[in-house]
């Protein structure tokens, strides 16, 4: 356990007894947010992500109760204080706000057959920057998960929990997401990323022990508000081009595409922007897959090529970019001692990852902030994050 841990462990237990009474028999979970390296918007259409999950998450300090009641608190939504619900309400309601996602998650376990025969009191705390798109639902997601396995007994893997993190969102929550942010934060291993073939969730571990470079992730701090609407778009774009190829390859999803098939067959797809997504969506899946071969070859020059590749990918032919993260990016290419630096998350804001060599992560934070300044006129985050283990109790 990490000091961090501890620490975050002794103010959960406090807070506890101030906003529920008392904290015994409180036991404090933990489920981590995730980055993602390669693999962009490749998750929904069978392809390869490259993500692994961060040492940032969602702590939650839980306890069952004898009723049917249900209790929630959050420190990142102080204002809205204790937020009451049941058992008996496990529908999506909005003045239920942030508690939809974990009663989401209750509710596609009864769908599974797993019912809480009691109810609990839940207080929160997640230490992912909000809006950042590293991923707190999913880690809110999994902590529920996690928890409710923990005190009722429910039979389930881990790759269980990220799928009913995942069913929760997409029917409950109303957002069509893939897999990858629960399945990264279910089956996060530190010091490792998860290269994972959403197709049938087979997947590897990849060692990310870099020695002479750092991950650094920029926080834009925007997140324009087209970022739902535009997801599910790209994702009806992607489908609609499947139909079409189908009629002419055999295939089951866009995974299945190489580059060469994809260019002999392209014209299948009518329209042109449906086209250039499924570009994205084929180059994409194959660019990650070779990046895990450069980065096993420990050719990390290579791995950052891909990495810059996505990005211009992402902003030209999915065009999920935005202004903003365009200038982090272009002001990370300049800096000699950045390998590679992209776009990471749904698109639309949100942060940039960056490989930076050690001893340029200081350059490279000066310049992004001075364009940033310069041309946006705001303060980016960074932080340098590692690959964090899944979620756990913190005992
Ligand atoms: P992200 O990219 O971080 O997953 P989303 O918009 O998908 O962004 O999810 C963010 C939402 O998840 C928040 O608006 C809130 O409803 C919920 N959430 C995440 N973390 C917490 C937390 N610690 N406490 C309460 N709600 C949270
Ligand atoms: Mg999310």
Redesign the pocket.
Known sequence: MGDTDSKIKNELLEDFSKVFGDNDGVRVFFAPGRVNLIGEHTDYNGGHVFPCALTLGCYGAARKRSDRKLRFYSKNFEELGIIESSLDELTPDERAHWTNYPKGVMWAFEGRGMKADTGLDLLLYGTIPGGS?L????ALEVLTGYILRDFYGFDVTNTDLALIGQYS?NNFNG?N?GIM?QFASAMGKKDNAIFLNTADLSFEYAPLVLKGEKIVVTNSKVKHSLVDSAYNERRSQCEQALKELQSVVDIKTLGDLSEEEFEKNKGAVKDEICRRRTKHAVYENRRTIKAIEALKKNDIAEFGRLINLSHVSLRDDFEVSCPEVDVLVDAAWKVTGCIGSRITG?GFGGCSVSIVKNEAVDEFKEKLTAAYREKVGKEPEFYVVEAGDGPREII
Do not use: L, R, W
């Open positions: 798109g991923s707190s639902s999913a969102e957002m997401c942010d749904g």
